[in-house]
């Protein structure tokens, strides 16, 4: 019987801990997510200004050199660029992303779209320069929820480790209960 409890109790501990760093992983993960689309508009500012290049190009530019959850997100509205407007593709690229993002970050980085070729170069420069002090504000908030959350989730292990320790004392005999 006390094997059975054993396994409950192991079985328990790990699942907990398990759920505890999938969600801790989250919320690090929209962080890094934040930095990384912070990373391709200031090289997407920097090509604008530069190369004078296609949008669509300069989208698929940039996803070759960032990370792939965010890459996906510029790769698809480069193609899909093609066909429809530069405002519908990126909005549609960011509604079909499989991102760690929220949805306040989403509907910023949302915002970007309404100029993307409908103006001159330094009104799209001007409207990166916005997203980015935008973004600036997510990371420190998704950064500060992070560490919060992290924290929370390594004191809940802890607890649970405490638990399964008490738990073996009782077992023991180490309780004058009846």
Known sequence: MIIIK???LLLVFISTSF???LISNKYKN??????????ALNIFETKIK???E????????????????????????????EKLSA??????ALN??????????????????????KTDIQGQISQIELTNTFLDTQIQ????????????????????????SNFTYLNKGGSNGH
């Open 30 to 39: 929209r962080v890094i997510e934040l930095k990384e689309i912070k990373n």
């Open 96 to 117: 079909n992303a499989d991102t760690n993002l929220k949805l306040e970050d989403i509907k910023i980085i949302k915002d970007l779209g309404k100029l993307l070729g």
């Open 19 to 21: 759920v505890g760093i």
């Open 50 to 52: 530069f190369t004078y």
């Open 141 to 164: 908030k998704a950064t500060i929820e992070c560490d919060k959350n992290q924290k929370l989730y390594k004191t809940l292990r802890y607890d649970c480790r405490l638990c399964n």
């Open 54 to 81: 296609p949008i669509p190009e300069i989208f698929k530019e940039i996803s070759n050199s960032i990370k792939p959850n965010i890459a996906d997100i510029f790769n698809i509205a480069g193609k899909k660029m």
């Open 87 to 92: 405002k519908i593709a990126w909005e549609e």
């Open 6 to 8: 054993i396994l409950m």
